[in-house]
């Protein structure tokens, strides 16, 4: 639920900075002190749930501010886009009206309140996709920043493994728990950086644009759960239950994952269910399987086996891709 926000954060201004990105003076101090915010949300979500929630919520808010206050901006200075910039100008601002009054309502209505609030903000674009011709968006562009989110996230799965394997003395077991969370979360940028046209699906129709869009909350929250498994299924090979059962959060990131991968691509021209999407919903549900049986299996284990899934996975889509760039016509 906290990546909610977090996810729609980056969206919110990937989009801003693809339509009006002028790399001035204000937009880069305003772009600075974005960052600083988000840095802010970041040191916010542990506690974001129990007793933060003040700083949470107010680290937040001045990112949606900083946003409302750059869409102003398009708003004085791009007439042809000041019916979008209204339109994102009115829906964010409610947003944070909702955003500061939870601050005032007790649990667990205050929750309501944050999930009434990113409806506002995750229903915006669904009208403005339509007004999109006064500020169009670049179609190389949003598969990069959407792309570049995803290597973010994977970046934190190695992480992970580092931070797993920091305060832990080397053995067999745990060297062959980190390994196979690496292997796994190279599996996974293979699949979605070798065998996606991201930029097809953003110029394909309005439907497809918005199916990559959102569908990328399951991708990247999926990567984000998974590499917290990987670390939890390091420390389980230390003495101690403690961790024990920890190998369906492994599991079900990489469910979550490869279903969102498998949408993304029937966005993808020619919009069919071919095998590429049959293979991506065949390893969700094989992750589900494991995170079912989780309590039966050692988190090693169910991490070795989704390694071996998403390897088999990338081993038949090289093959096949091979196969078909080879019965291609050359051309002299």
Do not use: K
Not at 85 to 108: D, E, K, R, Y
Not at 205 to 230: D, E, K, W
Not at 307 to 324: D, G, M, N, S
């Amino acid at each position: 639920m906290l990546f909610l926000p977090v996810f729609w954060a980056w969206a919110g201004f990937t989009f801003y900075a693809t339509r009006f990105d002028t790399d001035d003076l204000v937009y880069r101090l305003l772009t600075l002190l974005g960052m600083f915010a988000v840095a802010a949300l970041a040191s916010a979500v542990p506690d974001a749930l129990h007793g933060g929630q003040r700083r949470f919520v107010l680290a937040y808010v001045v990112v949606r501010v900083i946003l409302i206050l750059l869409y102003v901006r398009a708003y004085r200075h791009v007439e042809a886009a000041r019916r979008l910039a209204g339109w994102f100008i009115f829906m964010f601002s409610t947003a944070v009206v909702l955003w500061l009054v939870s601050l005032a309502v007790p649990s667990p209505w205050r929750y309501v309140l944050w999930g009434l609030a990113l409806a506002f903000e995750y229903t915006a674009p669904i009208r403005a996709w339509r007004m999109i011709r006064g500020a169009p968006v670049h179609p190389a562009h949003i598969p990069e920043r959407f792309g570049l989110l995803v290597i973010i996230v994977l970046g934190e799965a190695v992480i992970a493994v580092v931070l797993g394997t920091a305060t832990e003395s080397w053995t067999a077991a745990s060297s062959a728990a980190a390994f196979g969370g690496f292997v796994a979360a190279a599996s996974i940028w293979w699949l979605y950086f070798g065998f996606l046209d991201a930029s097809a699906a953003v110029t394909r129709n309005v439907l497809a644009g918005m199916t990559f869009v959102y569908s990328h909350y399951f991708v990247a929250a999926g990567i984000a759960a998974f590499g917290v498994g990987v670390r939890l299924a390091i420390l389980s090979v230390a003495p101690g239950p403690r961790y024990d059962d920890s190998g369906w959060i492994a599991a079900l990131g990489v469910t979550v994952c490869m279903a969102g991968l498998a949408v993304v691509q029937l966005a993808t021209p020619p919009t069919l269910f071919d095998v590429d999407v049959a293979l991506r919903l065949a390893t969700a549900a094989f992750a589900g399987v494991l995170a079912v049986l989780s309590s039966q299996l050692s988190p090693v284990l169910v991490l070795w086996l989704l390694a071996v899934a998403l390897v088999a996975q990338v081993a038949f889509e090289v093959a096949r891709h091979e196969l078909h760039s080879l019965r291609m016509p050359r051309i002299l």
